[in-house]
């Protein structure tokens, strides 16, 4: 059964960064596109960031030049480092995989196959 793993999550102040990580496991994780979606209370979700298995990345606007995705494929871990956090970027932040020819570059949920429980961020200001 394939497993995604979410963690890092936490409370912080903002201006303050924070380092998620997703591991992976019971798949190819190099056949893969691999994204971080999020989503605030009484929101609907949105596309934070996304690599392809070759590590071309594509950042949604809201977390372009803060937030950087980057993935170990030797290690089946994805990773957002998040830095200047504003407190919109609160919400509950989860990994999602999409097989490479359909979900490449994409930031739209419904590419993705795959995704995990979540992991949680507070920002205060």
């Known amino acids: 059964q394939v497993q995604l793993v979410e963690s890092g999550g936490d409370s912080v102040q903002a201006g303050q960064s924070l380092t998620l990580s997703c591991a992976v496991s019971?798949?190819?994780?190099?056949?893969?596109?691999a994204a971080w979606f999020r989503q605030a209370p009484g929101k609907e979700r949105e596309g934070g960031a996304v690599?392809?298995?070759?590590?071309?990345?594509t950042h949604g606007v809201a977390v372009k030049r803060r937030f950087t995705i980057s993935r170990d494929n030797a290690g089946n871990t994805l990773y957002l480092q998040m830095n200047s956090l504003k407190s919109e970027d609160s919400g509950m932040y989860y990994c999602?995989?999409?097989?490479?020819?359909?979900?490449?570059?994409?930031?739209?949920?419904?590419?993705?196959?795959?995704w995990g429980q979540g992991t949680r961020v507070d920002v205060s200001s």
């Open positions: 999602d995989l999409g097989y490479y020819s359909r979900a490449r570059g994409s930031l739209y949920s419904d590419k993705y196959t795959y």
């Open positions: 019971k798949l190819s994780f190099t056949a893969y596109s």
């Open positions: 690599i392809d298995p070759d590590t071309t990345k």
